[in-house]
Every structure is written in C-alpha cells, then in structure tokens.
C-alpha cells in the first residue's frame, strides 16, 4: 500500500537475492495513484522487478490475484512488504522440492519473529501447532508465507477476491485438496515477520465471521458447511465474550447468509475425508 518504503526494499532484495534461481518479482502497490513509486532504493531499478499499480485497493486475494496474471513463473511465492527471506537458498528448496513431488501443491512457511521469540500459533496452520519446527501434512497455508505451484493455483480457481481479506487461503486451498494436490508445512522454509496480532485490522471480526460463511457456503457439502458453522458459533461465544467483539462478529456472521458467496463448487466427501485423515476435518 506503499507506507512500507524501508520494509518493502527489504522485502524485495530477500527475493532477487535467492541463489541458482531465476526470479521475477511483482511488486502491487494496491491503492496507488498513477505516478506512485515504492520508494528511493536502488533495488526498485532492477529490470526483474515489474511494477504494478492498482488505483484502487481492491483487497488482499485481489491484489494477489492481480500479481499472479503479470507473471511467468511456474512457481508462486507470496510475500507480504514486511516480511523477508534471511536465507537465499530457500528459492532452490522449493525448486528442488517441487520438482520432486509432482502432487505437491503448496508449501506453507514456518514464520519466525526477527526478536527471537517462538512466534505466534496462528502461524502453524494445523490444529496442534505447538511445535513450529515440526513439518507437517497441512490442509491451509499462510497467504503470504508459501509458495505453490502455478498449475495448483490454476486448477483451485486462485483466490476469492470478494474475501477482501481472511479465509481466503483455505478457500484456494480446499479446492487445490479437491483437485487432487498435497499441501505441506514445511519448517525448514523460513520467511521472518514482525509478531503482529490480526486483531490490530478495524474490519477483522466482521470479515472474519462473513467470510467464514461464504467458504462453507461456496466449498462445502450442506450437512459438513451446517455442522461446520454450528462449531464456529460455539466455539466464537466461548472464546470472546466481550460485547465489542461479538458483536461485529455476529454481524458479520448474518452478512455472510444475506450477500452472495459467489460460486458454489463443493469439495467430495472423499476430500473431506482426506482432510479428516490429515487432522483436520472439515467441521473446525
């Protein structure tokens, strides 16, 4: 959004510094005017960077989406302007792997805290996400900590970009399990961002209870999605019983029922039943 000069320089020299690779980065600057440039440094001249602006900022899976149309590669990697790659050989880990694991479709990163604390569990998607340094079969990823393979973004429909923001990875990802690919944790894949709470956004609970209805509602089977929201409900109420909480996100959770979810392309129960068998099934 173009308030990050100092971050996004670092940000951008983590990914044209990766070794033995070849790399284009495309850089959104969502909600920019015509003439914005992202900032003084020297690493916004390289000819592998191709700006992009957006003179609205159309949200986070727009924006994304946006980027992937401007590129080439075969492989996808998201990165946030505030986040950074310490080492220059994660581009070859991915390389390597992938090549290795034709049914892989995603890798979602290990965030680590530049402060060296033990980072944050929201950044382990799994259920038991004690052990950041333990990989794992997944059935989400972190939107901007991962990498995927082109022909998997493809085949899960990229992003919802009505989202705007939250749940729009597991969208893609239950469609990208649904079209037969594998999703991973991978602890060794490193990206560092600062420790930050999700709650700090102004639209968090409303977007979050929304958006969690629409992702039932457009991927799930009616008795999984039922069951699916039902759990969500009772878990929010036990969790947050502060009035300011629930109630945006009960709001938000009735906006979710009364506005369109876009197109409905529910998983298989033999998905469902794959992400059981992961750890996850589909009703939490």
């Known amino acids: 959004m173009g308030n990050r000069p100092a971050e996004l320089a670092r940000a951008v ?12 980065v ?14 003084d440094d020297q690493v916004f001249d390289d000819k592998r960077v ?11 899976p727009a924006g994304r989406n946006r980027g992937v149309e401007a590129s080439s590669g075969d492989l996808i990697v998201f990165l946030d302007d505030d986040g950074w790659y310490r ?25 680590r805290d530049p402060e060296g604390g033990r980072g944050m569990r929201r950044h382990v998607p799994r259920l038991r996400a004690g052990d950041p340094e333990r990989s794992s079969a997944v059935t989400t990823f972190l939107g901007g900590a991962c990498a995927m393979r082109r022909s998997a973004f493809d085949a899960g429909g ?3 970009e009505d989202f705007f923001y939250a749940h729009e990875e597991t969208d893609l990802a239950w469609q990208v399990l649904n079209a037969g690919y594998r999703i991973v944790y991978d602890a060794s894949a490193v990206m560092f961002h ?24 457009r991927n799930l089977p009616w008795p999984l999605a039922l069951t699916y929201l ?12 502060k009035p300011s909480v629930l109630k945006p996100w009960l709001k938000g959770f009735a906006e979710g029922w009364r506005k369109p979810a876009g197109p409905r392309r529910p998983i ?3 998905t469902a039943w794959r992400m059981t068998r992961t750890g996850r099934p589909p009703i939490i």
């Not at 969500?232 to 109420?237: D, E, F, K, P």
């Open 13 to 24: 020299r983590s990914a044209l510094d990766q070794e033995h690779v070849d790399v284009e």
């Open 26 to 39: 495309i850089l959104v600057g969502n909600g920019v005017s015509g003439d914005w440039w992202p900032g």
């Open 50 to 60: 191709t700006l992009l602006r957006l003179p609205t900022n159309v949200g986070i």
């Open 87 to 111: 080492s220059t050989r994660l581009g070859t880990h991915l390389r390597d792997r992938f090549a290795a694991e034709p049914d892989l479709g995603v890798i979602s990163f290990r965030v």
């Open 158 to 160: 990229g992003l919802p």
């Open 194 to 217: 600062p420790a930050v709470l999700a709650t700090r956004h102004d639209m968090f609970y409303r977007h979050n209870a929304r958006n969690r209805v629409w992702l039932a509602r």
């Open 230 to 241: 039902t759990v969500w409900i009772g878990m929010t109420v036990l969790r947050e019983r």
């Open 268 to 270: 298989t129960y033999r």
